[in-house]
């Protein structure tokens, strides 16, 4: 069985441009959730999607933005980049909505985004 | 909001040690899990603690959510250099999303 599974492995970009993240869940998984791994910050939630509607956004701007596909796939959203969001963006699903703070979340490998 | 805070943020240890890393909330916790980030890697789920008091065990590794399920702890026994690597709690945050303490890096060297 596939697990998450996350593209592009790297991005690098410029500051003001914008970057589009990609995440396939494990199948059978509804639920995708965001996290940003910046150095030293540990894992901080960005977003949470589950049947194709945001039910959570952590505390980062409205430039970080994102959706979830019919099929439960998710693409994030990063606009106006700035040095500060060069990070890892993990996403990692879950098989229960609603419950999710009760489940265990399975990660993909992460993009490791770099601004320049 | 609910955070979870992680101490020590590093830790050096001599192969066949032991290592426990201590995990802090400010309000109670239903539930409380741990991961492990492998050098390079992606956090990985190891276990989930429900139960005041709980203690479990995963080999070598020994795991408590406290009484007052504030607080848990990772206790390693006898680390070997397959324990390197960043153990994060994490516990349920407002509208089901999962807060992540900033993780403890253990480093074992032979």
């Known amino acids: 069985e596939a697990g998450v599974t996350q593209s592009p492995t790297h991005l690098i970009k410029t500051r003001g441009q914008q970057a589009t993240l990609r995440c396939s869940p494990i199948s059978g998984h509804t639920s995708v959730y965001w996290y940003q791994q910046a150095l030293g910050l540990g894992l901080q939630f960005l977003l949470w999607y589950d049947e194709g509607e945001e039910r959570n956004r952590g505390n980062f701007p409205p430039r970080f933005s994102g959706r979830q596909f019919p099929n439960y796939s998710s693409e994030l959203n990063v606009n106006a980049l700035e040095l500060e969001d060069s990070a890892l963006y993990l996403c990692?699903?879950?098989?229960?909505?609603?419950?999710?703070?009760?489940?265990?979340?399975?990660f993909g490998s992460g993009t490791q985004l770099s601004v320049l | 909001g609910q955070q979870v805070m992680q101490i020590p943020q590093y830790q050096h240890v001599q192969e066949g040690e032991d290592f426990t890393t201590y995990c802090n909330s400010s309000?109670?916790?239903?539930?409380i899990q741990w991961y492990k980030q492998r050098p390079g890697g992606h956090p990985v789920f190891l276990i989930q603690l429900v139960k005041s008091g709980e203690v479990k065990k995963q080999k070598r590794l020994t795991f408590q959510f406290g009484e007052a399920k504030k607080n848990s702890s990772l206790h390693i026994t006898a680390t070997q250099t397959t324990d390197v690597g960043t153990y994060f709690c994490a516990g349920p945050g407002s509208g089901y999303a999962l807060n992540f303490g900033k993780g403890t890096s253990l480093l074992v060297t032979p």
């Open positions: 309000t109670t916790l239903s539930n």
């Open positions: 990692a699903s879950t098989v229960e909505r609603g419950t999710a703070t009760n489940e265990k979340l399975f």
